[in-house]
């Protein structure tokens, strides 16, 4: 991967941790604004009911021709009072909506950012991948020590050991089968102790999931990158047994024929 696709993603992810943090202060200040706005309000629409209140005791007084001018001073108070306050909130609901209009501009930067960084890592796995996929993939090494052709044995020792093995594969797959039944059977038991036996589960662990991988390549166009494995060892000695089977057969007839 080149150190340009590298440094352009970091410098990504350091301009949106950025904008995060100018979001969050931008959040923090809409927030105090509004509740400073709210206040305010709430103070202006107090003082209009006090001015109003005074209003009515001045008509009042001017009704009974007694406290004209206390009255009035009252009213003349509360009327600046509320003028006073109007102008308070009128410039704490500017102010909020200037900070309100500061976080739209910083989320929306944010998601402008963060398309970017999502950008800038998509291309920076997909260099990743390119370089992966373009790597020579030899085969696995051969792990087997391999004799050289003086040191071979006689056919007939070959033909023992090949008869061995067969027989003993065979019959651990057998032994496979038979232990997979009753390890079958034992799952269905839940954790516990059952006289001398636990049952007991451990947890699994997660694995690539190779299938949707290869899915995700085929969907962009491109080919899963591959990984040589070791060569499978085989070894067919049907035959052979077939022959000794054959001779054993023969052999317990004459048997009992000479019996």
């Not at 352009?8 to 992810?13: D, G, K, L």
């Not at 001015?51 to 600046?80: F, Y």
């Not at 899963?224 to 047994?241: E, N």
Request: glycine residues 4%; charged residues 35%; hydrophobic residues 45%.
């Amino acid at each position: 991967m080149s150190s340009k696709t590298t440094a352009t993603a970091a410098r990504t992810m350091a301009r949106l941790v950025e904008a995060e943090d100018v979001l969050t202060a931008a959040r923090r200040e809409e927030a105090r604004a509004a509740g400073v706005a709210e206040r305010a309000t709430a103070r202006v629409i107090k003082a209009r009911t006090l001015r109003t209140e005074a209003r009515k005791a001045l008509r009042a007084a001017e009704r009974s021709g007694k406290g004209i001018a206390a009255a009035a001073r009252r009213l003349a108070t509360r009327e600046a009072r509320v003028l006073e306050l109007d102008e308070t909130a009128r410039t704490a609901r500017a102010e909020a909506t200037t900070a309100r209009r500061a976080r739209r501009a910083a989320e929306r930067r944010v998601e402008r950012i963060s398309r970017r960084a999502a950008l800038a890592a998509t291309r920076s796995v997909e260099k990743i991948t390119a370089a992966l996929g373009e790597t020579s993939l030899a085969p696995a090494p051969e792990t087997d020590r391999l004799l050289a052709a003086d040191e071979l044995p006689t056919l007939a020792e070959i033909e023992t050991h090949a008869a061995r093995y067969t027989e003993l594969d065979r019959q651990a797959k057998d032994l496979a089968k038979l232990a997979d039944a009753e390890k079958t059977w034992l799952r269905r038991l839940p954790n516990g102790t059952y006289g001398r036996v636990v049952i007991n589960r451990t947890p699994g662990r997660s694995v690539l999931d190779g299938a949707q991988v290869a899915l995700d390549y085929t969907d962009r166009g491109e080919v899963p990158p591959r990984k040589a494995t070791r060569t499978t060892f085989k070894c067919d000695a049907t035959a052979l047994l077939a022959d000794l089977a054959t001779a054993n057969e023969e052999a317990a007839a004459v048997l009992t024929i000479a019996a």
